[in-house]
């Protein structure tokens, strides 16, 4: 879902924001910071269920190794973005292929941001049933109806052509996970020791039984991953904000380890304090807020209700943040120039389709990784690597050449095994056993 946020910055910059950063500068430290909040976002909740899926000892190699190559990816689209003059993808595009038929062909960037961005939309949708069904539960209220009733006021938040007042409400995402990443630490150190209910208990098995198991279902956290390290539709304007340019690698390298750290943490506590009792509810397991809630886990639990509270509120007030840029993609990619009446009616449009998809009876973690599947590795490294090839130098180093080269394959091994898992789920083909 972080790769959902593909202009958050952008689309919440106004101008004299913009033109005090060109001149004083972003430094080493605030851009980490910046892209760090920018990577870790409301996805982080369906981490454990990548260890489900891999094993201990697989899927903390995945995420180190996705989080590696993520950060590379990202340094080399900041890198070309700053040696080329381009501010965005679709300016690498055309920048890459000019004085060529493809020049004009940077729809296919456009498609595949769009898609992250509508992937993400549709997965709040989904975390508006998740927690707002917990919260609600002494009501009765499903799922489908906190949805519906999620976007009575996102109906009125999405309508104004600008909403920069909203941006500082980020504050409160960054407070939900902080919080959230405390707490599911002290509830696994107690899930661990003797504090663990007699459910949780019976079902969770030993822990040297989920160090290292085979199955097919290991195709399926790169595809979660891909979502999971995604801030590169940004990577142009943190370079392009920062003062010293030359420091663009350290602040990336620093971000990155920044984002790690939350999301192994959250992983591997909410793994092993929940194991066999997260096999056995495989059906709600893609949420771990959500199987905390269970009732033979922590069930109506003060501090985890304040933990939805946090994090459905973070999901409801960037919602609209995210989704103006997803409207004004589709406006400035269909009308040279609109009338209010078209912004209106095609922001409608927009909002309906989101609620339509996010009405289908999927869980979270499926929208996650059907959208790190389709969109997230063309992104991550197809595209990256094809610009290098048409942007670099030859004096470029050998390492950059030979990533470039294991990008291009790799993003499309990750792409082809990560499809194909979400295919194989979505017809009932069972790979966890």
């Known amino acids: 879902m972080k790769a959902a946020k593909v202009a958050l910055e952008?689309?919440?910059?106004?101008?004299?924001?913009?033109?005090?950063?060109?001149?004083?500068?972003?430094?080493?430290?605030?851009?980490?910071?910046?892209?760090?909040?920018?990577?870790?976002?409301?996805?982080?909740?369906?981490?454990?269920?990548?260890?489900?899926y891999a094993s201990i000892i697989p899927s903390l190699l995945m995420t180190f190794t996705m989080c590696y190559l993520s950060a590379l990816s990202f340094y080399m689209i900041g890198k070309l973005c700053h040696e080329n003059d381009c501010k965005t993808f679709q300016d690498l595009w055309r920048k890459s292929f000019a004085n060529t038929r493809m020049e004009s062909h940077d729809w296919i960037v456009t498609v595949f941001l769009f898609g992250m961005t509508f992937g993400g939309l549709v997965a709040y949708c989904k975390l508006f049933g998740d927690f707002g069904a917990y919260l609600m539960a002494d009501l009765n209220l499903s799922e489908t109806t906190m949805i519906l009733l999620a976007h009575i006021p996102l109906q009125l938040l999405i309508l104004p052509e600008s909403i920069n007042a909203l941006r500082y409400f980020n504050l409160l995402g960054v407070a939900a996970l902080v919080y959230f990443t405390i707490y599911i630490t002290i509830v696994g150190f107690r899930y661990l020791g003797d504090g663990v209910p007699a459910n949780v208990e019976t079902h969770r098995g030993h822990i040297k039984d989920h160090l290292w198991v085979f199955r097919w279902a290991w195709l399926a956290p790169f595809s979660t991953l891909s979502s999971a390290f995604m801030a590169h539709y940004n990577a142009p304007r943190f370079i392009g904000e920062m003062k010293d340019k030359n420091q663009f690698k350290?602040?990336?390298?620093?971000?990155?380890?920044?984002?790690?750290?939350?999301?192994?943490?959250?992983?591997?506590?909410?793994?092993?304090?929940?194991r066999g009792f997260m096999k056995e509810n495989f059906h709600i397991s893609g949420n771990i807020i959500k199987i905390l809630g269970h009732a033979h886990a922590e069930g109506k639990s003060a501090y985890l209700m304040v933990c939805a509270s946090l994090y459905l509120a973070n999901v409801l007030l960037t919602y609209p943040l995210v989704f103006i840029s997803l409207r004004d993609t589709v406006l400035k990619a269909a009308f040279t120039t609109y009338s209010t009446t078209t912004r209106l009616i095609v922001s409608e449009g927009l909002f309906l389709t989101v609620l339509g998809f996010g009405l289908i009876p999927i869980p979270v973690d499926s929208v996650i990784r059907w959208k790190g599947a389709l969109f997230g590795p063309f992104i991550l490294f197809i595209l990256p690597s094809m610009f290098y090839f048409r942007l670099s130098k030859d004096e470029s180093p050998c390492f950059e050449r030979n990533i470039a080269h294991f990008f291009f394959y790799f993003g499309g091994l990750v792409c082809v095994s990560s499809t194909t898992y979400c295919f194989l789920t979505a017809i009932n083909v069972s790979l966890y056993n």
């Open 10 to 52: 952008i689309a919440n910059k106004t101008a004299d924001e913009e033109e005090h950063e060109e001149k004083s500068g972003a430094s080493v430290s605030a851009t980490a910071i910046g892209i760090a909040k920018n990577i870790v976002g409301s996805g982080i909740v369906a981490m454990p269920q990548v260890m489900l």
């Open 250 to 274: 350290k602040a990336t390298n620093f971000g990155f380890l920044g984002a790690l750290f939350p999301t192994v943490v959250v992983m591997v506590f909410g793994f092993l304090s929940l």
